[in-house]
């Protein structure tokens, strides 16, 4: 196999289906309730900053499974050369209707085709946590070959032990996809075998309105 190039999930048609089903009620609760909006969560919202302003002048930010694209009309925002992907067309359907100052394409983090030193930052927000452990080492090896020396990833996951089949999510909406939980630990593990070297980490207890997570910040040192 081409050492660039990255294994695709068996399961990852379904994971796009579920996503495009969810993908309204996802809005609507970002928009009803905070949750999943940077804005409404201050720890997050500051370690977004710093990362914006650390990696705004090293060059263009890719947000990775932007999603609906709230943190990347925020990057937007605060100045940052920021655009999104995401598995979902329904997902992205909604990023360009939101935020139509930013750019925003269809693409599996799986299959992204970045050029080397090509970002200043990527941004794995709550977004690689369906990738097999095996797939998202390649993945973040993917990223970290695509920062500019002195870029950053920014990294916010799912913190427990094993995998959790889910059914169904954001308001009983039939789902089919597995979600990888972290030990943050493990996850530095990774990180550093792609190549970077941690510089920040966040963690999120358990009773907080989106824990038990954590936030991994990362630099390519060369
Ligand atoms: C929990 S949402 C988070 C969205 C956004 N990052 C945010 O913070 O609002 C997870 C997102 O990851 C996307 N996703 C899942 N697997 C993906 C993949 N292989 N490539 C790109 N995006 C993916 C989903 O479509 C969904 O939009």
Same mark, same amino acid.
């Given at each position: 196999m081409d050492p660039s190039s990255v294994q695709q999930p068996a399961d990852l048609d379904l994971v796009r289906e579920s996503y495009d089903r969810v993908a309204d009620n996802y809005v609507d609760m970002v928009a009803t309730t905070g949750l999943g909006d940077i804005r409404a969560q201050p720890w997050l919202r500051a370690a977004m900053d710093v990362f914006a302003d650390v990696v705004g002048p090293v060059g263009p930010v890719l947000d990775v499974g932007c999603g609906p694209g709230t943190v990347t009309g925020y990057l937007a925002e605060r100045g940052v050369d920021g655009s999104g992907v995401d598995l979902s067309p329904r997902m992205i359907e909604h990023a360009r209707r939101l935020h139509p100052e930013c750019r925003f394409e269809v693409a599996s983090s799986t299959d992204l085709g970045l050029a080397d030193s090509s970002l200043g930052g990527v941004l794995g927000w709550w977004s690689l946590f369906n990738l097999?452990?095996? *797939?998202?080492?390649? *993945?973040? $090896? $993917?990223?970290?070959?695509?920062?500019?020396?002195?870029?950053?990833?920014i990294i916010g996951t799912h913190v427990g032990d094993g995998e959790v089949a889910r059914t169904e999510c954001y308001g009983g909406i039939p789902v089919t996809w597995t979600t990888y939980r972290w030990q943050p630990e493990q996850l530095t593990t990774l990180v550093v075998q792609a190549g970077l070297r941690p510089v920040a980490e966040l963690r999120l207890p358990a009773d907080g309105p989106i824990g038990p997570g954590v936030v991994q910040v990362a630099r390519r040192e060369s």
């Open positions: 097999p452990r095996d *797939v998202l080492a390649q *993945v973040l $090896s $993917s990223f970290a070959r695509a920062l500019i020396p002195g870029g950053q990833l």
